[in-house]
């Protein structure tokens, strides 16, 4: 009697790893994995060695928004290698760049200066404009001057995009939802 509990037991343990299986793998490659933040590009929003929650999903559904913090493959780069940045410009928009100042033009031709709160450390490096074409994103990093980001490497197409930042979990003092996203009026 003893050698068949221990069989249920090794079939129940069976069920419940092959269940696990089945729901754990589907949520990380196709609705959020884990991501740790690596640099000082996006100080002061976020530190070297956070650790976040990459949403995956909803941009399945909808499009990146200006203002939203993004994790995405940056382009040429097929090594695995991801960054996370901040949408400024949108497709269609045009972006300028003078000094210290981030200007947008709509598809509509209405040009608006961008109140750029979170930046604690400016200094956008060049001055430039740049037309967005289909399905092409400007990003940058919150923390200018050390930041790899459009200004460099060019726009980042929509394909490269992987999620946005969903919940920053450590460190604990640090825990919120959707972290350092913000909306530009």
């Known amino acids: 009697m ?20 089945v729901i754990v793998v589907p949520v990380r490659l196709y609705v959020a994995q884990p991501f740790i933040v690596s640099g000082a590009s996006m100080e002061p929003t976020f530190d070297n060695g956070q650790y976040l929650i990459v949403d995956e999903l909803s941009y399945r559904l909808e499009d990146p928004s200006r203002g939203d913090v993004i994790i995405f493959r940056p382009p040429g780069q097929s090594n695995g290698t991801y960054f996370i940045k901040r949408v400024i410009g949108l497709p269609g928009e045009t972006v300028r760049i003078t000094d210290s100042a981030v200007s947008i033009t709509s598809i509509d031709g209405i040009r608006t200066e961008l109140d750029e709160w979170y930046i604690k450390n400016i200094g956008n490096g060049k001055t430039m404009q740049v037309a967005l074409g289909k399905d092409e994103y400007f990003v940058m990093g919150d923390n200018r001057p050390e930041s790899s980001d459009s200004r460099y490497w060019g726009v980042l197409p929509r394909g490269n995009i992987i999620g ?22």
Do not use: H
Request: avoid cysteine; aromatic fraction near 12%.
């Open 164 to 185: 946005r930042a969903l919940f920053r979990l450590l460190p604990l003092q640090s825990i919120s939802i959707l972290p350092g996203s913000t909306s530009f009026k």
């Open 2 to 21: 003893q050698e068949e509990s221990r069989e249920n037991f090794f079939i129940e343990l069976l069920k419940f790893a092959l269940i696990a299986v």
